[in-house]
């Protein structure tokens, strides 16, 4: 039985930092995909950093150079660093993840199964 949950979220200022973690349970780490996904009030959810079991990171165009995930394996954790926080980065983040021994992963909601309740970003 996989479960992903979230923790770090809160509110910070524009140009703030926050680190979102998700601990995870259920599956090992080769064979999957991992991400953090936002979803605004009024909004579709939306891909904001993935990475695969081999460690290849994505992101989308709107968080690079800010955002960095990570995997801390020996703790069964999946970090989200944020920096240089923005007004558009306010939501809710979903940690996130599905089975596949894809090198790259996917950075679309529907592509993943397994979700977390999420944990709010207030930036402002």
């Known amino acids: 039985h996989v479960q992903l949950v979230e923790s770090g979220g809160g509110s910070v200022q524009a140009g703030g930092s926050l680190r979102l973690s998700c601990a995870f349970s259920?599956?090992?780490?080769?064979?999957?995909?991992m991400g953090w996904f936002r979803q605004a009030p009024g909004k579709e959810r939306e891909g904001v950093a993935v990475?695969?079991?081999?460690?290849?990171?994505g992101y989308a165009d709107s968080v690079k150079g800010r955002f960095t995930i990570s995997q801390e394996k020996a703790r069964s954790m999946l970090i989200l660093e944020m920096n240089s926080l923005k007004l558009e980065d306010t939501g809710m983040y979903y940690c996130?993840?599905?089975?596949?021994?894809?090198?790259?992963?996917?950075?679309?909601?529907?592509?993943?199964?397994?979700w977390g309740q999420g944990t709010q970003v207030t930036v402002s």
């Open positions: 996130s993840a599905r089975r596949t021994y894809a090198a790259t992963c996917p950075r679309n909601p529907a592509d993943f199964t397994y």
């Open positions: 259920g599956y090992t780490y080769s064979g999957h995909c």
């Open positions: 990475i695969a079991g081999s460690g290849s990171p």
